[in-house]
């Protein structure tokens, strides 16, 4: 079975700072990754997302990761903190289409000004 | 993507009574579709997996007497929470399996049970 690893539950950074949400996956096939954003009391956005494409995605807000298979690592970035970003972070996997998705638990981005 | 919709966004209700929860594709037809669970300050949990015109798979420790799950049509998929208690209260989200492995979530719902 997959399942995906976020390491952090709460990460903090100034604003202007880079943004760094680390994703670990395990799984036995090749997996489809996705990272997104839940603002409180609401629901998920997504940021991006692989499909055994290219290795480096970029998504919304200038958000961006790498498929790392050595790594099996999927971490999220963004040079740039804004106050914006704020938000709980879920990075998720799948093996096929009509699979559902396996949630992290989460990792809490807290924007310093 | 697939918009998905949700009703009703936020609902109390008292302990014993049960709960209905929509979920609507509005511009898509989903083949299968996904009910998630959310705790507060939690993650989500996968509570099932319905397919349309076929009995919904429960992920294990998900009552399927307590959360009835109906999947009617390509576009209609609902939650049923029976005899609710205040240890039910939690938002609750509906998703459905797109194109190219993606899935597009429902605004949620939040259920509190007083």
């Known amino acids: 079975a997959q399942s995906v690893t976020q390491l952090g539950s709460h990460v903090s950074v100034s604003e202007g700072a880079l943004v760094l949400l680390r994703c670990n996956y395990s799984s036995s096939v090749p997996p489809y990754l996705f990272w997104y954003v839940q603002y409180p009391n609401q629901g998920l956005q997504l940021l991006l997302k692989?499909?055994?494409?290219?290795?480096l995605v970029k998504g919304i807000n200038g958000f961006e990761a790498e498929f790392k298979k050595s790594e099996t690592s999927f971490h999220l970035t963004k040079p740039s903190a804004h106050m914006s970003d704020a938000a709980e972070y879920f990075c998720?996997?799948?093996?096929?289409?009509?699979?559902?998705?396996?949630f992290g638990k989460g990792t809490r981005l807290s924007v310093i000004a | 993507g697939a918009v998905v919709s949700q009703h009703p966004s936020r609902v109390i209700c008292k302990s014993g009574t049960s709960v209905k929860i929509e979920c609507r594709s509005l511009?898509?037809?989903?083949?299968?579709m996904f009910w998630y669970r959310q705790f507060p300050k939690k993650s989500l949990m996968l509570m099932a997996t319905s397919n349309e015109g076929s009995k919904a798979t429960y992920e294990q420790g998900v009552e399927k007497d307590k959360f009835l799950i109906n999947h009617a049509s390509l576009t209609l998929s609902t939650l049923t929470v029976t005899s609710a208690h205040p240890e039910d209260s939690s938002f609750y989200i509906c998703s459905l399996a797109g194109d190219s492995y993606e899935q597009y979530f429902g605004p949620g719902t939040r259920l509190t049970v007083t």
């Open positions: 511009d898509f037809q989903a083949t299968t």
């Open positions: 998720a996997v799948k093996v096929t289409g009509n699979t559902p998705l396996v």
């Open positions: 692989y499909t055994s494409a290219a290795t």
